[in-house]
C-alpha cells in the first residue's frame, strides 16, 4: 500500500474511537475563521497529536481505518458516525492490500473490524467466515453467531446480523472457497445473495433455485433458516446443529455446513459433523465418503449495475 499517512491530501489515519482526534479537529474549526479549510492544512493540524501512523511490517493487520475527510466532516458536524460500510468502499478510496480494516454497517452502532480481500477484479469481499486451522470453536449459540466471534485476521465469523444488514443495504453477491486434505481447491459463487431479519431467522436467499446443484443434481445450499443448537429453526425433526456442530442453514439436515468441527489431517474422514459441502467432494472422490474440509472462506461483495 502506498503510504497514505499524514501527509496526504485525501485521507489520514485515526483510529475510529479516537475522541482526541475529534476535539482536535473541533478546535481546528475554531480557529480556522471561517476560512475554506485545505484538506493538507487540517492533516498538519492534526498530525502532532496522533499516535504514530502503524509501522507497515505489520501487515496485514491494519488495525486503524482510513477515513476520508467528506466523511470526517459529516462526523464532526453530527452526521452519523463516518467511514466505510464495506471493503468495496475501501478499495474504492484507493487501499488495495488483503488485511483487517474497520467498517460501518448501516443501522449497526458499533464499528466492525473485517477482513478485506482487496485484490480482485470486480470489486473487493467482505470475508463472513473463515476456516483454517481450528483454532475457533464453532459450536456456539444464536446470539454469538448472531454477533459474531472468532478473529477477523484468522478464524472467524462475521455474524449473521452484520450480514444482514450489509446485504440488506444492497445487492450482493457470494463466494465460497475451499480446500479439502487432498489440496484440491474449489469454489462456489452465488450471483445474488441475502440474509433476512433475525425475526425472519436469518433465512439465507441465493440466486436462481436458491442454491447450487451438484453434478449429481443435488441442491447443496438452499433458501433455509439458521440454525444453532439453542435455535432449532431447520426442517428436521431432530436438531441439525447438535448432530452436525456449529451454526447453519440446514435443511433436514442437508449436505453442507462449513461451520462443522475442524478436524486434523488424519482425522478428517468419515466425519459427519465436520466441515463439509456437498461431500466435501473433489475430484478425487468416487463414491459417499463424507470428508471434512481443510479450509473454507465465504465472503460477499456489492453487485455492480
Ligand atoms: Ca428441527
Redesign the pocket.
Given at each position: 500500500m502506498a503510504d497514505r499517512g499524514l501527509g496526504q491530501r485525501t485521507s489520514l489515519w485515526l483510529h475510529p474511537n479516537s475522541t482526541r482526534l475529534k476535539e482536535e479537529l473541533d478546535a481546528y474549526q475554531t480557529t480556522s475563521c471561517g476560512e475554506t479549510r485545505t484538506l493538507w492544512g487540517l492533516s498538519v493540524a492534526v498530525a502532532a497529536s496522533l499516535q504514530k501512523k502503524p509501522n507497515a511490517s505489520t501487515f496485514p493487520i491494519v488495525d486503524w481505518t482510513p477515513i476520508a475527510m467528506d466523511h470526517l466532516e459529516q462526523g464532526a458536524a453530527g452526521a452519523d458516525v463516518p467511514g466505510f460500510r464495506d471493503c468495496e468502499d475501501i478499495r474504492k478510496s484507493g487501499f488495495n492490500k488483503d488485511g483487517v480494516y474497520t467498517i460501518f454497517v448501516p443501522n449497526m452502532n458499533q464499528p466492525r473490524r473485517v477482513f478485506c480481500v482487496m485484490d480482485t477484479s470486480g470489486g473487493a469481499w467482505t470475508l463472513i467466515q473463515r476456516r483454517e486451522n481450528g483454532a475457533v470453536d464453532f459450536k456456539r449459540s444464536w446470539q454469538e453467531y448472531k454477533q459474531g466471534f472468532g478473529d477477523p485476521a484468522g478464524e472467524h465469523w462475521l455474524g449473521n446480523e452484520v450480514v444482514h444488514q450489509l446485504s440488506s443495504s444492497a445487492n450482493y453477491s457470494l463466494r465460497v472457497e475451499m480446500e479439502d486434505w487432498q489440496g484440491n481447491t474449489f469454489y462456489a459463487n452465488f450471483g445474488y445473495f441475502q440474509l433476512d431479519s433475525e425475526k425472519e431467522f436469518y433465512r439465507i436467499y441465493l440466486d436462481k433455485d436458491s442454491g447450487i446443484s451438484t453434478r449429481q443434481g443435488r441442491l447443496i445450499l438452499r433458501s433455509n433458516n439458521f440454525?444453532t443448537h439453542d435455535a432449532?429453526?431447520?426442517?428436521?425433526?431432530?436438531?441439525?446443529a447438535v448432530i452436525m456442530s456449529g451454526g447453519w442453514w440446514f435443511d433436514s439436515c442437508g449436505p453442507s455446513n462449513l461451520n462443522g468441527v475442524y478436524y486434523s489431517a488424519d482425522q478428517y474422514k468419515q466425519k459427519i459433523n465436520g466441515i463439509r459441502w456437498d461431500h466435501s467432494s473433489s475430484s478425487n472422490i468416487s463414491g459417499p465418503t463424507i470428508f471434512s474440509l481443510r479450509t473454507s472462506r465465504m465472503m460477499m461483495r456489492p453487485l455492480h449495475s
Amino acid at each position: 500500500m502506498a503510504d497514505r499517512g499524514l501527509g496526504q491530501r485525501t485521507s489520514l489515519w485515526l483510529h475510529p474511537n479516537s475522541t482526541r482526534l475529534k476535539e482536535e479537529l473541533d478546535a481546528y474549526q475554531t480557529t480556522s475563521c471561517g476560512e475554506t479549510r485545505t484538506l493538507w492544512g487540517l492533516s498538519v493540524a492534526v498530525a502532532a497529536s496522533l499516535q504514530k501512523k502503524p509501522n507497515a511490517s505489520t501487515f496485514p493487520i491494519v488495525d486503524w481505518t482510513p477515513i476520508a475527510m467528506d466523511h470526517l466532516e459529516q462526523g464532526a458536524a453530527g452526521a452519523d458516525v463516518p467511514g466505510f460500510r464495506d471493503c468495496e468502499d475501501i478499495r474504492k478510496s484507493g487501499f488495495n492490500k488483503d488485511g483487517v480494516y474497520t467498517i460501518f454497517v448501516p443501522n449497526m452502532n458499533q464499528p466492525r473490524r473485517v477482513f478485506c480481500v482487496m485484490d480482485t477484479s470486480g470489486g473487493a469481499w467482505t470475508l463472513i467466515q473463515r476456516r483454517e486451522n481450528g483454532a475457533v470453536d464453532f459450536k456456539r449459540s444464536w446470539q454469538e453467531y448472531k454477533q459474531g466471534f472468532g478473529d477477523p485476521a484468522g478464524e472467524h465469523w462475521l455474524g449473521n446480523e452484520v450480514v444482514h444488514q450489509l446485504s440488506s443495504s444492497a445487492n450482493y453477491s457470494l463466494r465460497v472457497e475451499m480446500e479439502d486434505w487432498q489440496g484440491n481447491t474449489f469454489y462456489a459463487n452465488f450471483g445474488y445473495f441475502q440474509l433476512d431479519s433475525e425475526k425472519e431467522f436469518y433465512r439465507i436467499y441465493l440466486d436462481k433455485d436458491s442454491g447450487i446443484s451438484t453434478r449429481q443434481g443435488r441442491l447443496i445450499l438452499r433458501s433455509n433458516n439458521f440454525s444453532t443448537h439453542d435455535a432449532d429453526h431447520d426442517n428436521c425433526g431432530c436438531n441439525c446443529a447438535v448432530i452436525m456442530s456449529g451454526g447453519w442453514w440446514f435443511d433436514s439436515c442437508g449436505p453442507s455446513n462449513l461451520n462443522g468441527v475442524y478436524y486434523s489431517a488424519d482425522q478428517y474422514k468419515q466425519k459427519i459433523n465436520g466441515i463439509r459441502w456437498d461431500h466435501s467432494s473433489s475430484s478425487n472422490i468416487s463414491g459417499p465418503t463424507i470428508f471434512s474440509l481443510r479450509t473454507s472462506r465465504m465472503m460477499m461483495r456489492p453487485l455492480h449495475s
